[in-house]
T-cell receptor, first 113, second 112 residues
Framework: KAGVTQTPRYLIKTRGQQVTLSCSPI?????VSWYQQTPGQGLQFLFE???????NKGNFPGRFSGRQFSNSRSEMNVSTLELGDSALYLC????????????FGPGTRLTVL | AQSVTQPDIHITVSEGASLELRCNYS??????LFWYVQSPGQGLQLLLK??????LVQGIKGFEAEFKRSQSSFNLRKPSVHWSDAAEYFC??????????FGSGTRLSIRP
């Protein structure tokens, strides 16, 4: 079974631009969660989607948004990029969320210049 | 609020030596606890998890962890480390549906 895939793996953007990251979960998984990893703040939960609905949200500004499609693929969008948005963005999938084991993708490395 | 503390930022052990990585959690009810490992440039891989039952949990790659409610701890152990174990290790607690709170991580280096 294929693992979680994230595209692109690397991105370079400039301040003020917007970016969209994509995550394809493991086949059969309906829950997708997103995390931001930075050296200063560590791993922080962004949001979780299940069956196209956002079920849980972390403490991030409204510039961070996401969605999930009917095939469970998910995208996250960051608008008006700031230097501090430079991070590794990880997505994780699980069968139905809750306390199910989450399987992580390799991440997208976003650099904001 | 739930939180996880990993007091050791960086640990170096000799290959073949035993390992213990510390983790303390703060959680009101019975916690769902995890240990993940992250190799450079990689995502996170689940080593083991504790939901309930036996407090000694066996994981992959020869790792185990022991849940001690009285000490609010969930330390990770391995009897003999290999050079390939060099990585960053994260302890985590589940908070509600699909939200995981991670510790700050412990970087493990292996001395040849």
């Amino acid at each position: 079974k294929a693992g979680v895939t994230q595209t692109p793996r690397y991105l370079i953007k400039t301040r003020g631009q917007q970016v969209t990251l994509s995550c394809s979960p493991i086949s059969g998984h309906r829950s997708v969660s997103w995390y931001q990893q930075t050296p200063g703040q560590g791993l922080q939960f962004l949001f979780e989607y299940f069956s196209e609905t956002q079920r849980n949200k972390g403490n991030f500004p409204g510039r961070f948004s996401g969605r999930q499609f009917s095939n469970s693929r998910s995208e996250m969008n960051v608008s008006t990029l700031e230097l501090g948005d430079s991070a590794l963005y990880l997505c994780a999938s699980s069968t139905s969320g809750g306390m199910d084991t989450q399987y992580f993708g390799p991440g997208t490395r976003l650099t904001v210049l | 609020a739930q939180s996880v503390t990993q007091p050791d930022i960086h640990i170096t052990v000799s290959e073949g030596a035993s390992l213990e990585l510390r983790c303390n959690y703060s959680y009101g009810a019975t916690p769902y606890l995890f240990w993940y490992v992250q190799s450079p440039g990689q995502g996170l891989q689940l080593l083991l998890k504790y939901f309930s039952g036996d407090t000694l949990v066996q994981g992959i790659k020869g790792f185990e962890a022991e849940f001690k409610r009285s000490q609010s701890s969930f330390n990770l152990r391995k009897p003999s480390v290999h050079w390939s174990d060099a990585a960053e290790y994260f302890c985590a607690v589940a908070q509600g549906a699909s939200k995981i709170i991670f510790g700050s991580g412990t970087r493990l280096s292996i001395r040849p």
